[in-house]
């Protein structure tokens, strides 16, 4: 798919796709387990445009100052492509504070059903904006980490770097 451009980033290599207004429609690390699947999910959407000028530049910088500490939220436009049921749980992504952690369970729950963990996990699991949309906030019900596309020691290393995981 032509489009994704890498950004070197301090947290590692991500790629990053654009729409045609400039948003970010994808945001991976280049080892994310589901990358391939996500990116041909965007193909069948559409063409990936050209980032705006200054878009990947400011998008790295915003990253930067993420992973030293010195950024809590993220100034990037962002346009999301899912089922309704995954725009609602990646709403709710949106709403963990920096810092925070929920579990499957609670997000379920915030949803309306409890029993929703297994359907709160998969569509985690499609997020196609990581870090932007911060699914690696979203733990297990005993506080394990679990289920991080990007892989658990990247997971663990988000949330230190945000003060949610202590020791």
């Known amino acids: 798919m032509t489009g994704i451009h890498r950004l070197d980033t301090s947290l590692g290599p991500v790629q990053v796709a654009f729409d045609q207004g400039g948003a970010v429609i994808y945001l991976g690390f280049s080892d994310h387990e589901f990358r391939d699947r996500l990116l041909a999910k965007l193909a069948r959407l559409g063409p990936v445009a050209a980032p705006p000028a200054g878009a990947t530049a400011g998008l790295r910088e915003q990253l930067e100052a993420y992973a030293a500490g ?23 992504l949106q709403r963990i504070p920096f810092g925070e952690t929920r579990s499957y369970g609670q997000l379920a729950a915030t949803l309306g059903d409890p029993n929703l963990s297994r359907a709160v996990g998969r569509a985690n699991g499609a997020n196609p904006i990581s870090i932007l949309v911060p699914c690696h906030r979203v733990i297990g019900a005993s506080g394990s980490l679990t289920g991080y596309a990007g892989g658990l020691g990247r997971k663990e290393r988000l949330l230190r770097l945000e003060g949610a995981l202590r020791g």
Not at 74 to 92: D, K, M, N, T, Y
Request: hydrophobic share 35%; net charge positive.
């Open 70 to 92: 010195r950024r809590t939220r993220f100034e990037v436009p962002i346009r999301l492509h899912g089922s309704p049921f995954e725009q609602r749980v990646w709403a709710e």
